[in-house]
């Protein structure tokens, strides 16, 4: 079955420390995206990739990074700098159309804590 | 002002009653429209898809689209238990792909 992967479900992050969340899809979508979720917050844009070996920030990318080098993979790095990263992120990936928008289709999600 | 408002709730129902979720945008570039369902400790899940203004239909779900007064809905009718979970509004405003600019979601909770 096609779909999106993100692994692990649970993470569990030491002050000081940079963890990699792990995103997978098989879809063959061109974009993919990483949102954060925060409770009463919705969900915020971290970083998104349109085309393999090239990514934009979203609206909250300080303390993150990303690389995109293979069309199905986009992991984000999780590092020292963010202040608050306790969190439940959301990977998602979608079609890239000239002619329609075909939303989302998301992952089921990594919740991290920091300890 | 923000470019999506979504009344975050929560939102409580008996099972059987028509439930309606509502956002309001400031962007009139926005074409496309989408309504997401997401089940606790889950991703959300694409329900409904709407492009320009209108509504649309499936099965006890209908969206509707006012483009002139920035509004869009989403009815669910014979409301389940099952439909219990917090319902997220996004839109995008081009045909060429951007990134989605969702509501912070609004929590529905239906009781049996």
């Known amino acids: 079955d096609g779909g999106i992967t993100q692994s692990p479900k649970y993470l569990f992050r030491k002050e000081g420390q940079n963890v990699t969340l792990s995103c997978e899809q098989n879809?063959?979508?061109?974009?993919m995206y990483w949102y954060r979720q925060d409770p009463g917050q919705g969900l915020r844009l971290i970083y998104y990739?349109?085309?393999?070996?090239?990514?934009q920030k979203g609206d909250i990318a300080e303390g993150y990074s990303v690389s995109r080098e293979k069309k199905e993979s986009f992991p984000l790095t999780v590092t020292s700098a963010q202040k608050n990263p306790t969190a439940f992120y959301l990977c998602?990936?979608?079609?890239?159309?000239?002619?329609?928008?075909?939303?989302?289709?998301f992952g089921s999600g990594t919740r991290l804590t920091v300890v | 002002q923000k470019e999506v408002e979504q009344d975050p709730g929560p939102l409580s129902v008996p099972e059987g009653a028509i439930v309606s979720l509502n956002c309001t945008y400031s962007n009139s570039a926005f074409q496309y429209f989408m309504w997401y369902r997401q089940y606790s400790r889950k991703g959300p899940e694409l329900l409904m898809y709407t492009y320009s203004s209108g509504n649309k239909e499936d099965g006890r779900f209908t969206a509707q689209v006012d483009k002139s007064s920035k509004y869009i809905s989403l009815f669910i009718r014979d409301s389940q238990p099952s439909d219990s979970a917090t319902y997220l509004c996004?839109?995008?405003?081009?045909?060429?792909?951007?990134?989605?600019?969702f509501g912070k979601g609004t929590t529905l909770s239906v009781s049996s």
């Open positions: 998602a990936s979608s079609i890239m159309s000239g002619v329609s928008n075909y939303g989302y289709t």
């Open positions: 879809l063959n979508h061109d974009a």
């Open positions: 996004a839109m995008s405003p081009s045909m060429i792909q951007n990134a989605l600019i």
């Open positions: 990739s349109q085309i393999v070996n090239d990514f």
